[in-house]
């Protein structure tokens, strides 16, 4: 079976810190993986209409964590933690908090000196959303080269949490599930729609203006 994944970057601050107050202590790396209520950068365009989206503060109430990995770029071979084992997630009023305490290996100690200096900064998370109607709201946005305003109020799986480099996704590549595509689709219809029967219905209204002043 297919799953239909979304994948998200958030630009918020990652950081390390270590276990306790000891040189030597093994380092934590920290940060938040979303934010609840926060307004996305436009996304879409590759696929069709742009928009952007905010993540409700209830979206992780029901959502599936029990087998949630780290890795580095979304990439299963780099893998720096587990749920159950060294990677903790935390909900709180301003998102969803990750805690990894990566193994020791040459790739945690690369990735760690890193996100000291500043280098990597970033993180994502791979997602998807239940196939139901109240699980995302999708509304016509009234900002300049924005077409929608898309609300997630139910997240049903969270697959992984992953420091990244580079964006998750261009904008040339889908950054909707394929559900969620069709029922933007299937809303541009409605509209288009509706905008044939309005034409249609002032065009008659001109004609009738006309036949009346005959």
């Known amino acids: 079976m297919t799953v239909d994944l979304e994948k998200r970057q958030v630009s918020t601050k990652i950081s390390l810190r270590t276990t306790d107050d000891q040189d030597g202590a093994p380092q934590l790396i920290e940060g938040y ?3 609840f209520n926060r307004q996305s950068d436009v996304l879409g365009g590759g696929w ?12 992780l109430d029901n959502t599936d964590m029990s087998n949630v990995v780290a890795t580095f770029n979304h990439d299963e071979s780099k893998v720096l933690g587990r749920t ?11 998102g969803l908090k990750f805690q990894v305490q990566p193994p020791d290996t040459q790739l945690a100690r690369d990735l760690m000196t890193n996100i000291a200096a500043g280098i990597i900064n970033q993180c994502s998370f791979a997602f998807t959303i239940p196939d139901e109607a109240t699980a995302q709201d999708w509304e016509e946005s009234n900002e300049d080269d ?3 305003i898309r609300s ?37 219809k409605q509209k288009d729609s509706w905008r044939q029967e309005r034409k ?5 209204l001109k004609k009738q203006e006309i036949l009346d002043q005959i």
């Open 33 to 35: 993986a979303l934010k």
């Open 200 to 204: 249609k219905m002032l065009l008659e």
């Open 152 to 188: 997630i109020n139910q997240i049903d799986h969270l697959y992984d949490v992953s420091v990244v480099t580079t964006p998750a996704y261009p904008d040339t590549e889908a950054v909707v599930g394929q559900r969620s595509k069709k029922l933007v689709e299937n809303l541009i």
């Open 146 to 148: 924005v077409d929608y």
């Open 84 to 94: 159950g084992v060294n990677l903790q997630l935390s909900v709180d009023n301003i």
């Open 48 to 59: 069709g209409p742009t928009f952007r989206e905010t993540i409700d503060p209830h979206a």
